[in-house]
């Protein structure tokens, strides 16, 4: 993790997957906005506490820091993803697999949607995997979802910094039901 405040947004990437994952459809993007928005409120609400600045106590700073470092990390995250995207909008690596036939590759957004821009393509002797996305502010790759008809699926975390290094992934997909 090159910055400690993406713990913050690596966060509010699970809150969007819980609240996706029980039927409310929302964006990384959307729930960053939201958050944003619910931060500025509070910290405009707590306004008494420390305006004017001079009269900060220990109390007042610790009440206004979780507050100010939300407003920071997510600023930072998407001027992050501004101005350091991606140098190419694909995802590589390696799988091995035990099936009869190649499995499929998807690319999941945070709210689970597929996010290919072309079908995930893995070569049968080597193992080798590339697939391409469109990057987007907030809307980049969480997971790497691999699939076999009569297999259960496999999901891989990606995150943003191996997004940026190129990361080579290494993937073990083994199916039960192999028949």
Known sequence: MDNPLD????????ITSILNDIGV???????QIGMLVVTIAVLYGMRRYWWP???????????IAAPVLMVIAICMS?????????????????????????PSL??????????????????PDTGAFFVLYKF?????????QVKHIGCESLQVPVTLNQLRSQH???INFECANNE
């Open 168 to 170: 080579t992934f290494q």
């Open 78 to 102: 998407w001027a992050g993803q501004l101005l350091n995207p991606p140098e190419k909008s694909s995802v590589q690596g390696y799988i091995t697999f035990h099936t009869i036939g190649k």
């Open 136 to 144: 987007g502010l907030a809307h980049y790759p969480r997971k790497i």
């Open 25 to 31: 459809e929302v964006s990384a993007l959307q729930s």
């Open 53 to 63: 600045l001079s009269s900060l106590d220990g109390k007042s700073i610790a009440m």
């Open 106 to 123: 998807e690319l999941l957004s945070s709210d689970g949607q597929s996010i290919n821009l072309t079908p995930g393509v893995i070569d």
């Open 7 to 14: 713990i913050i947004t690596e966060t509010l990437d699970k």
